[in-house]
């Protein structure tokens, strides 16, 4: 059982960078749709990712037709404000893997797609009346969080201790 994140064209490099570091933090594949709005080698993907690149399982796809046809038949979220059903209602400790799929951040995912999946978009509760939607790194760890949480943190560390611990 994985948690997968798939950004869908990605524009921000930034959001992509931090999301990378929650993938190496929590051991989940990225797949990144394309195309990027930005180059791999950018300097801000790196500084948000930090050093953390080589410990992140990156798999690119020319297109979603081509994710799509690479993944049949997988557990797909579709995470957009659009959704019915709140992201905490679906079982993700039922052995399988589970994939989060977020959209570009200027027009989020194709809405035919969403339409044809309509039972597979999940929101994150919001006041709308503030914000059009909320930050796409801070979203996908929410997502990515939970599902850990349902699973009990699978090969996490609860906690550590370290050289110079300032709790010890």
């Known amino acids: 059982m994985a948690n997968h994140i798939v950004l869908f064209e990605p524009q921000i490099p930034a959001n992509t ?41 990156i798999v690119y796809y020319k297109n979603l037709e081509d994710f799509l046809e690479k993944n ?16 905490d209602e679906p079982d993700y400790n039922n052995g399988e893997d589970h ?6 951040e200027t027009t989020g995912l194709p809405e035919e797609f969403m339409r044809e999946n309509e039972e597979d978009c ?33 090969n996490l560390e609860l906690t550590h201790h370290y050289e110079n611990d300032k709790l010890d």
Not at 24 to 53: M, V
Not at 124 to 144: C, F, G, K, Q, Y
């Open 17 to 57: 960078g931090n999301i990378a570091r929650t993938c190496a933090a929590t051991n989940t594949p990225l797949h990144l749709i394309e195309p990027l709005g930005f180059s791999t080698d950018d300097k801000q993907l790196k500084r948000a990712g930090l050093d953390y690149w080589n410990d992140v399982k």
């Open 72 to 87: 049949p038949d997988i557990n797909l979220h579709l995470v957009t404000k659009f959704g019915h059903r709140t992201y």
């Open 99 to 104: 994939f989060f799929m977020f959209g570009k």
């Open 122 to 154: 999940i929101r994150i509760p919001m006041n709308d009346e503030h914000v059009r939607s909320l930050n796409l790194s801070n979203t996908a760890a929410m997502l990515v969080y939970e599902a850990l949480r349902q699973q009990g943190f699978p």
